[in-house]
């Protein structure tokens, strides 16, 4: 039996190390993160990962917009202030070039994003 492109989802497996915004925008396709609740740090330094994510629809397609971070464990995840913003993903000017992003894109494919 054949699937539609809408039915299967596609898997993105994120980095070990990856930090910085992320973004997955979808105009018919299902959207899948997940997010494990505790992740062991790759460099062996004890550190924490902080994973968020915000749905938004606006028209015409939904958009799903986090970020994920290591921090030391004994910093508190509410004392580190988050950086994603619609400039991260190129609608404003004021975005770094150089500042690492994920930005997945989907027209009726579905999407399974791993951290």
């Known amino acids: 039996m054949l699937r539609s492109p809408s039915e299967t989802l596609m898997p993105v497996h994120a980095h070990a ?6 973004q997955i925008t979808s105009d018919l396709g299902q959207v ?15 550190r924490v990962r902080d994973i968020s994510l915000e749905k938004q629809g606006r028209l015409g397609s ?11 464990p004994d910093v ?4 580190i ?3 994603v913003a619609e400039d991260d993903f190129g609608v404003g000017t004021q975005r770094r ?19």
Do not use: C, N
């Open 17 to 22: 190390l990856y930090q910085g915004p992320y």
């Open 32 to 46: 899948k993160v997940d997010i494990p609740p505790t992740t062991e740090d790759p460099t062996g330094q004890g």
């Open 62 to 72: 939904q958009v799903w917009r986090g970020e994920a971070r290591w921090r030391e």
């Open 76 to 79: 508190q995840a509410q004392d």
């Open 81 to 83: 202030v988050s950086a």
């Open 97 to 115: 070039r150089d500042q690492p992003r994920m930005d997945i894109k989907t027209s009726v494919g579905s999407v399974h994003l791993v951290f």
